[in-house]
Each structure stands twice: as structure tokens, then as C-alpha cells.
């Protein structure tokens, strides 16, 4: 705690020391993940896809100068693939060793700790310190509900049960984030026990500085551009916004390519970057290339 | 500049989010009040992010914490632009029960009927008991208000079951394809340390989501009505949205024990009712916004409209292509099919007819069975995934020699079971 307080004393050199490792925030992000820190409460960010929610959990990590453990939910996940597992080939080994070498061996012995694969989510409860690791669990929404109930004992207490072992109680709770892409509603209990935060698009002198941030060397004309088109993008009719990410992918490819100044032919070159849907791209060409650099 | 004077100002504001909708607990306005001690908020845009970080719980809430905000610290939120279209949805959610324009939609039949094509109508016979049998096969748009009340409670009978798919969770299953270590060396211990019996699991089969989309526009009217109710009845995992000129989210809405206040509640989170129709519109709305994003992937997904067409019937074939790209099924529940000269002239359904599965009537309590078999029915060509009977757990082998066997044979290795070997 004490050293939380260290890292992050207040909103504003918490902002500076996120910029510090490229990742710039605004004032309510920055007042967001430092509530998170300080509370301590786990955090939920949603938001547009490629806006940086994931990003946000790494930079806190490399502020914190402590381990990311990432769990990517998927449909389906459950506790032996977030939280544990028995490393079955070997209990079976240890049985047949024990076995022909005479031994006896307690079933207490074969569901210890030598026996555990770690998952990500008692990884992060059990990382030693000095500082509490950063745990992101990304795309919540994309698990069914019983993982959802599963998760509140880990949220609320940052303590795991084992039936085998006892109740894990992690001695640095991780500082947690969650993202959702809003598939589906969360359920309410879950969101009782976090912060909230809702990232929008950052606005465009600061997507400039963002993207130029993640792009070393690329020029401030190509880069603004670049952002002035993919604003437009996003306001016109597309099915899939493209976000910073489709910013910064698109800016790189210009840059690979050595294109300096985005016209309508580095557009249509470069398209498959920042438009991922055939779809997309139609409507773009539709409305002409031109109208997206002014 | 801010208030000194803490807990009244917690309190009081949270007391005011509460009154706006907002699910603010006394758990939330605590820890409100320790965020405040944490960052000492020199500016009111400070004030702000800490009240929403820790009061919000979701985006949708935005709109009415904002306007609390604004009365009771008088100054308006910081400029942020609004994810367009998911705020406005929300701000509807967020005031359950407040009483919108509009709303007439269900308590007032025969308002908004102008609209309707003239076309086979029963001659309006009298009725004065609820006779369950006339009831049932009577068109909903002949339907008197106490009618509609003894249609709700025939309906709750009714039961929709979605076809099933595999998940990726695995379940125990004698004859499964996968083998459960976890299981085999738990019965291992019993003998010895020998993993005789394979314990065995299976993937999880799972019922589809549904996903229903109900026309509230003009010249559905009548229908909606006994629409919504059906849309109470789907159950679980089902996810509700109503559309006229726009789209309305009402999963949550419909989401109590009682219809009359679900329906209430719904009507109340929708402000088009008896309006035109955007069938188009509605549909690339749901597409971008629910549906891409993974709610009609794999799903059955049901629309209840005349397909009458206010904008363009383009928008609806291109936008109906995109879903079907997505769904399982689309089955389009019009009540004008049952009317005997019946061809899909109108704009919107003939453009959406290619992307159906089926095209059912659903005109009446009867015609609704046919609605629940088109949902039930498996998607051409597949084979519906057998769900294994439940079984009980086998029980595992004894180590104790069976009387009159020579051999110390766990039990359950007989040939009388089929097999001469252990299966490994």
C-alpha cells in the first residue's frame, strides 16, 4: 500500500509517469486508475475497440515496474484454465514411482503445491512483492456467467478457494483490471465491486501525440493527417470504427512504405490497415477517397 | 470552492443519483466519500471524474449522472464526447417507470391504427367469457383489453426451446470423447495407484442464445402488444429490442416476475411507439452495435414485424444479409402471412424473404406454436448435436473380488458389458 503511495502520490504524476512510458491519459482515465491503485478497487474499463483499454493495464504495470498476468477470456473459460490445474502426468508418475519404490503416498501429497499448475489468476495472487502485480482480465464479456460468479471472491477479497489447498489469500493484492467490449450486459455484482471508467477517443492533438508516440520518428504532418483522416473515417458510415490502434498500425505502414505526404493513392494502397471489412472500404471509396484528406 | 462539509454532500448527491435511476449503494457512496479524502479535489472537473469513477457503473448511466451533476454542483460535466447512440439508449434504461410520450402504446389499443391495411377481418363478435378454446385461436388485433389480460396468462404456458450448440465446457459423459484425468486419478487412488477405469467427459451442449427484434410501429399496433408478452416468456439468455423508427434495448426492462410491469417498463424505455417503421435502419443499428459484437453470432434470432418499410427495402436486404452472415436462424414472424391472398409484396419483407429461415404468421395464441416449433428447428443439413441422457455418476470399480470369479476383476469388466478390454 505504502508503496503504491510512492508510485502513484496523486492524480497528476501518476498522468506524468503513465506519459512517461507512452501512454498518455486524460484527466478522468488519469483519475480512474489512480483510484484503482489507491483505493484499492478493482477497475473496469470499457469502450471502443482499439482505444487502449488493454494498453492501459500494461502501462500501469510498467509504472509499477511489476509483472502483467493477463487472463483473455474466451467463451467457455473456467477455473482449470484462469486459476489451476493439477499437473495430472505427474501425480500419475509419482504414483507409480511410489508405488514399485515401495512408498506410500497420501492423497495430501499428491495435491500439493508440487503438483499445481499455475494459471494466471493465482499467478497474480501469488506474485511475492515487493509491489502487487498487474491483473488484466481482458474481454470479461466474452466468458459465460458462471465464470462471472467465480470471478466475485477473486474481486472482493483477492482471495481464490481450492478445495484441495484451502482458501489462497494473496499477501500483495493484485491491482486488477477488467475490460469489456459490451457484448453483453455484466452482471450487477460484478460491477458493485469495481471502478468504472468508460474510454472514449481521445481528442485529436492528443491522438497526434499518441500515435507519433508509438510511430518513433514519424513525421507531425503525416501523423496529423493520418489522425484528421481516421476522425473522418470514424464519423462517416462505416460498420468497424478503426481506433488508435488502426491509427498507429496505418501510420506505420506509411511510414514503411515511405510515403510522406497521405494522398488519395497512399490511401487506397494503404487501406487494408485501417479498414478490416470489405464492406468498409466500399463505403469509403463510395464517398471518395479524396473528401478523407483534405 | 467545493463544499467543506463531506458526508451531507455525499449523501446527498448519491440520494439524488439514486432518484435518477442510478443504483447508487450506500457501498458505493462510501466509497465515493474515500475516494474524495484520497485526491482532495481542487477542481470541480476533479470532482466529477471521481464521482463517475466511482458512482457509474455504466456508460449508459452517463446521461442522467451528468444532469445530477450539473444541479448539484451547477456547473455542467466536462466535454466529452457521448459514444453517440449508447448514451441515448441508456438514459431511457436509466429511468425505469418514468412515465414518457408515447407510452399509450399499450394501455390504448386502436390508437395509431390508422396506419393498417385493410384485410380479412373476423366480423367483431362479442365476447363476454374469456372461453379459453375462441381465445386461443383468435387474431391478437381483435383482441378486447380484458381479453389481453387472460392472453397473457394462456401465454406463460407456452415454452420456447432454442436449438442447441456445443460449448467449449466439458462436462462428465460415460461415453464422452475426451478423457477427464482429473476424474481417472481421483478413481485411481481407490486401486492402487492403477488408473484402471478412464473416466471420460464430453463438451457441453448448450441451448442457443435468442434474440428477439418486435415492430412497435403503427401498423403493428394491435400485435405489439401480445408480441411483448411472448418476448417476457423467452426466458434466460434471451436478449429483447423493440424498434419503430429506432432501436430500443429491453432485455433489462423485461427482465422482472411480472408481465404487466415488464411490459409497463418496456414501453416506458421505448419512445417510438406507433410511429413509422425504419426496418433498415433498426437492423444496422442492431448489427453494429449487438450484433457484430458477438450477441447474434450462433444465435436464433426472431423478428416480429409486417416488414411495412419507411425507408428504403435496400437497406433492409443488405442489412438482413449482414445478420444472416452472423446467425444461426432468422425466422420473421409476420402476422399478415395468414391471410389467405398473402404474397410478400411489402417493400421491407420482400427484400428481407432471401435472408429468412422461415417466414411464420404467429397471428394468434394457436399461430404462436408454429412461431416456437420455427425456433426450436435445427438449420438445415445438421445434424442437432445429441445430448447424452444424464446419467449418474459411474460408480468406480471395487477392488474386492466378485464371488465366483477366480480372478481379483474390478466389477463392470464382465463381457456381458460388451468389451473385452479395457479401453486404454
Known sequence: MNDLEHYAPDVETLARRLAAVDYLVDEGLATSLFLSLRLPQPILLEGEAGVGKTEAAKALAQVLETPLVRLQCYDGIDAAEALYEWNYPRQLLSIRLADSAGEKLSEADLFGSDYLIRRPLLRALEHPGPRPAVLLIDEIDRADDDFEAFLLELLAEAAVTIPELGTIRATHPPVIVLTSNRTRDLHDAVKRRCLYHWIDYPNPQREVEIVRRRVKGASETLAVSVVGAVGRIRDSDVQKPPGIAEAIDWLRALELLGIVELDAEALERTLGSVLKYGDDQEVLRALGLESLVS | ?424
Not at chain 2, 448511466?61 to 445530477?68: I, L, M, S, T, W
Not at chain 2, 372461453?131 to 388485433?141: C, T, W
Open chain 2, 1 to 424: 470552492m467545493i463544499a467543506l462539509d463531506l458526508p451531507p454532500l455525499v449523501a446527498g448527491f448519491g440520494r439524488r443519483l439514486h432518484d435518477a435511476g442510478l443504483p447508487v449503494t450506500p457501498e458505493r457512496a462510501a466509497r465515493f466519500a474515500e475516494a474524495l479524502k484520497l485526491t482532495n479535489p481542487v477542481a470541480r472537473t476533479r470532482l466529477y471524474w471521481i464521482a463517475r469513477a466511482t458512482l457509474l457503473s455504466d456508460i449508459s448511466q452517463r446521461p442522467a449522472f451528468d444532469r445530477v451533476f450539473a444541479e448539484v454542483f451547477g456547473t455542467r460535466a466536462p466535454e466529452v464526447q457521448a459514444p453517440e447512440g449508447e448514451a441515448r439508449e441508456a438514459s431511457d434504461d436509466a429511468r425505469p417507470g418514468t412515465p414518457r410520450e408515447g407510452e399509450s402504446g399499450i394501455g390504448a389499443p386502436g390508437a395509431g391504427r390508422g396506419e393498417r391495411e385493410v384485410e380479412s377481418q373476423e366480423a367483431p363478435v362479442p365476447v363476454l367469457a374469456s372461453d379459453e378454446e375462441l381465445l386461443r385461436s383468435k387474431r391478437f388485433d381483435a383482441l378486447e383489453p380484458d381479453e389481453l389480460a387472460a392472453l397473457y396468462r394462456l401465454m406463460t404456458r407456452l415454452e420456447i426451446a432454442t436449438p442447441k450448440r456445443r460449448t467449449r465446457r466439458s462436462q462428465k459423459a460415460r461415453r464422452g470423447e475426451h478423457i477427464d484425468l482429473r476424474r481417472t486419478l481421483r478413481g485411481s487412488l481407490r486401486t492402487g495407484g492403477h488408473p484402471i477405469r478412464l473416466a471420460r467427459k464430453r463438451r457441453r451442449i448448450q441451448p442457443r442464445r435468442i434474440v428477439m427484434l418486435c415492430d412497435i410501429s403503427g401498423s403493428m399496433e394491435p400485435y405489439s402488444r401480445a408480441y411483448l408478452q411472448f418476448l417476457t416468456i423467452a426466458g434466460h439468455d434471451a436478449e429483447a429490442f423493440v424498434f419503430a423508427t429506432r432501436l430500443t434495448r429491453i432485455t433489462r426492462a423485461l427482465a422482472t416476475k411480472s408481465p404487466e410491469r415488464a411490459i409497463r417498463r418496456a414501453a416506458a424505455a421505448a419512445p417510438d411507439w406507433s410511429s413509422g417503421t425504419r426496418i433498415g435502419e433498426a437492423l444496422r443499428t442492431f448489427n453494429d452495435r449487438h450484433g457484430r459484437r458477438g450477441m447474434a453470432r450462433g444465435a436464433v434470432i426472431v423478428i416480429l414485424s409486417d416488414g411495412w418499410e419507411r425507408g428504403e427495402p435496400e437497406l433492409v436486404g443488405r442489412e438482413m444479409e449482414r445478420l444472416s452472415r452472423l446467425a444461426y436462424r432468422i425466422i420473421w414472424v409476420n402476422p399478415r402471412v395468414s391471410a389467405a391472398n398473402f404474397v410478400p409484396r411489402a417493400g421491407g419483407m420482400a427484400a428481407a424473404l432471401p435472408h429468412c429461415d422461415a417466414l411464420v404468421s404467429g397471428h394468434s395464441l394457436d399461430a404462436l406454436a408454429e412461431v416456437i416449433d420455427a425456433i426450436g428447428a435445427e438449420r438445415g443439413g445438421e445434424p442437432p448435436p445429441v445430448p447424452e441422457p444424464e446419467e449418474e455418476e459411474e460408480p468406480w470399480a471395487s477392488a474386492t473380488p466378485q464371488p465366483g470369479s477366480s480372478v481379483a476383476m474390478p466389477s463392470g469388466y464382465g463381457p456381458a458389458r460388451g468389451r473385452t478390454t479395457p479401453g486404454w
